[in-house]
């Protein structure tokens, strides 16, 4: 299971050409790297930019396909850094890669959906949300008490199997968890529709990793990508 949640993993972060490599991220507003590694307890699995030569993947397979397989998630996040040929850092970004659990709690009343985000009431650090593509929704948001939205968790990256989830809560309406209520709700949308919902972050995002501490999120693997 670990090792199939990390594949669908890489196939909701990125498009690929025919032979595998990575062309670019779902997301356009973000950089394609040129590698993402996930490790999980089942196995590794990656993939490798069609923009790299082909010496650059053959050697980046290789090292890969050396690396160790961790018997437990809790070793990744002390485990020393991924190594190229030239003795430099591979994935500057590293952190856990998270799957819900079969049962969810009730998201509570404080959560809703937005269906039509057009003309949507946010506070101004929310104000991207009236132009959320179909392909971020669902939207789950909480309402301050003037009905602006003060937190979202949408679908940062989509396919039809899956979508990974992406939160944001403005300051001033931290600590209140709220990004809790809209992850459930979030969550249990996205596998009403028939997908996986996943969650992922950086090592050093405490916020991120409480969340989803507070949810009993399970981790089954690492990111590592640049």
């Known amino acids: 299971m670990p090792l199939g949640l990390a594949e669908l993993h890489l196939d909701v972060q990125y498009e690929c ?3 595998g490599l990575l062309l670019r991220p ?34 980046l397979g290789e090292i890969f ?3 160790a397989v961790f018997n437990e998630t809790g070793e990744m996040e002390d485990a020393a850094p991924l190594l190229g040929g030239d003795g430099k850092r591979l994935g500057e970004y590293r952190g856990p890669a998270f799957h819900f659990p079969e049962s969810l709690p009730a998201a509570g009343n404080s959560a809703e959906l937005l269906h039509d985000a057009t003309d949507a009431q946010t506070v101004p ?14 939207l789950a948001v909480v309402r301050n008490p ?6 979202v968790c949408h679908s940062a990256r989509s396919t039809a ?18 990004a809790v209520a809209v992850v459930l709700l979030w969550a249990a949308t996205v596998r009403a529709e028939g997908r996986i919902p996943l969650y992922s972050t950086q090592w050093t995002n405490h916020a991120s990793r409480a969340v989803a501490r507070k949810l009993g999120l399970v981790m089954y693997g690492e990111d590592h990508h640049d």
């Open 26 to 59: 779902r997301s356009k507003d973000v950089a394609a790297p040129s590698l993402h590694l996930v490790r999980t307890a089942d196995g590794n699995s990656w993939l490798l930019s069609a923009a790299l030569s082909h010496e650059e993947r053959t050697e």
């Open 125 to 138: 650090e929310l104000s991207w949300i009236r132009d959320a593509k179909s392909a971020e929704h669902p």
């Open 161 to 178: 199997g899956g979508a990974e989830a992406g939160v944001e809560t403005a300051p001033g309406y931290r600590g209140h968890s709220f």
């Open 17 to 19: 050409d025919e032979s």
């Open 65 to 67: 396909a050396r690396e």
């Open 146 to 151: 003037a009905g602006e939205i003060v937190s």
